[in-house]
C-alpha cells in the first residue's frame, strides 16, 4: 500500500501529521516521559478533560478520597497523552519494531479456539490502553475488519486509513454497509472489532447500566451474535509504562449472547468494566459516557452541570 502524501506543515492537520511521524521515532520509554509532562499540562490548563474525567470517577468509584480522585485524574490524563502521543508509533514505525513494543499476549486461545471450532470472533475494544496497538496486533495474526468513521480533519483520512490497514485490516463503514461487511467477515470465520463504549445516535441503543449508572449502549452485538453464532472476547493493549503494550483478551460476560438487547448491553459494559479493572488510569475517562441519560431526562445536551450525578 503506497504511503499517503502529507497535508501541509502550515495547517493544522499538516502540523499533527508531522508530529506523529517525528515521534514515530522515539522509543516508548522516551514517550511515557513526554505523556508525564503533556498529562500534566492537560491537567492544569484544560478544564473540560479534568472536570469530565473527575466528575466520571466520582459516579464511577464514589468512595474514594478526593485526593485519591485527583490522583487518579492525573494517572488518567497522562496514559490518554499517552495514547495520542504513541500514535504515530503504532500507524508509522516500522511494523517490526511496534511488534516487538508487544511484550505479552494474555489469551490468544480464545481467538485461536473459536476459530478453529469454525466460529467467527467479535472482539470489544474499549477505550483502554492504546487501542490502535490492539489493531495493529489483530491484523497482523488475523483476517481482521473493523468499522471506521473519518475524522473531523478530512486531511488526516488517508493517514489514519493506511496506518490502520497496514497489516490487512479492512476498514468499513459506521453504516448498514458496513454491519453486512461484518456479517460477512463472521461467517467466513474472521475477526472483527466493534467499540463497546462509544455512544450510538439515538435510536440505536439502549440504557444499560454501566458501573450502577445507566448508559446509552448500542445493540449491535446481539444481532451479529444470533445471524452468526459468533464468540465475543474483550481485548485490549494495556500499557507498560516505558516498556511497551502487554494484549489481553479476555471471555465475555455471559449476557452478551442473550437475545434481549438490554440484557445484552448490560453484559457489554460488563466486559468493559472488566478490562478497566486491569487499571483504571489506562480507561479514556474524558469521554462523556453517560451524556444521553442527561439529554433524555434533563432534555438537553448539558453535561457541564452534571446534575444527575
Known amino acids: 500500500m503506497p504511503y499517503p502524501s502529507f497535508p501541509p506543515r502550515r495547517t493544522r492537520a499538516g502540523a499533527v501529521a508531522w508530529l506523529w511521524q ?4 522515539w522509543p516508548l520509554a522516551r514517550l511515557w516521559r ?3 509532562l503533556a498529562g500534566a499540562l492537560v491537567y492544569r490548563f484544560s478544564r473540560r478533560e479534568r472536570e469530565v474525567t473527575r466528575r466520571n470517577l466520582a459516579v464511577v468509584y464514589p468512595a474514594l478520597a478526593a485526593r485519591e480522585r485527583r490522583a487518579l485524574t492525573r494517572r488518567s490524563l497522562r496514559h490518554s497523552a ?3 502521543l504513541e500514535l504515530g508509533h503504532a500507524w508509522m514505525a516500522p511494523p517490526a519494531r511496534v511488534a516487538a513494543g508487544i511484550i505479552a499476549v494474555h489469551g490468544r486461545e480464545k481467538l485461536d479456539d473459536a476459530r478453529r ?3 467467527g470472533v467479535i472482539v470489544l475494544a474499549p477505550h483502554f490502553g492504546n487501542w490502535e496497538v490492539l489493531n495493529f496486533w489483530l491484523s497482523s495474526h488475523f483476517p481482521f475488519t473493523a468499522m471506521y468513521e473519518p475524522p473531523k480533519m478530512t486531511a488526516l483520512d488517508p493517514i489514519i486509513r493506511h496506518g490502520r490497514q497496514r497489516q490487512g ?3 468499513v463503514p459506521t453504516n448498514a454497509r458496513g454491519v453486512a461487511a461484518l456479517l460477512k467477515a463472521l461467517k467466513r470465520h474472521e475477526a472483527v472489532g466493534i467499540l463497546p463504549d462509544q455512544e450510538p445516535g439515538w435510536g440505536s441503543g439502549v440504557f444499560a447500566p454501566f458501573f450502577h449508572r445507566d448508559a446509552y449502549t448500542a445493540t449491535l452485538l446481539p444481532r451479529l451474535v444470533a445471524r452468526t453464532q459468533a464468540r465475543v472476547v474483550t481485548g485490549v493493549a494495556r500499557r507498560v509504562p516505558g516498556k511497551g503494550f502487554a494484549i489481553h483478551f479476555l471471555d465475555a ?3 452478551v449472547y442473550s437475545t434481549d438487547d438490554v440484557t445484552s448491553a448490560t453484559g457489554v459494559n460488563a466486559c468493559v468494566e472488566a478490562a478497566i479493572r486491569l487499571d483504571p488510569a489506562q480507561y479514556q475517562w474524558e469521554y462523556k459516557r453517560y451524556r444521553k441519560v442527561i439529554e433524555e431526562q434533563q432534555g438537553r445536551a448539558d453535561y457541564r452541570d452534571f446534575q444527575l450525578y
Do not use: E, F
Open 169 to 171: 485490516a479492512a476498514l
Open 22 to 25: 517525528r515521534l514515530a521515532g
Open 253 to 255: 460476560d455471559v449476557r
Open 82 to 84: 499517552a495514547t495520542m
Open 117 to 119: 471450532d469454525g466460529r
Open 34 to 36: 513526554l505523556a508525564r
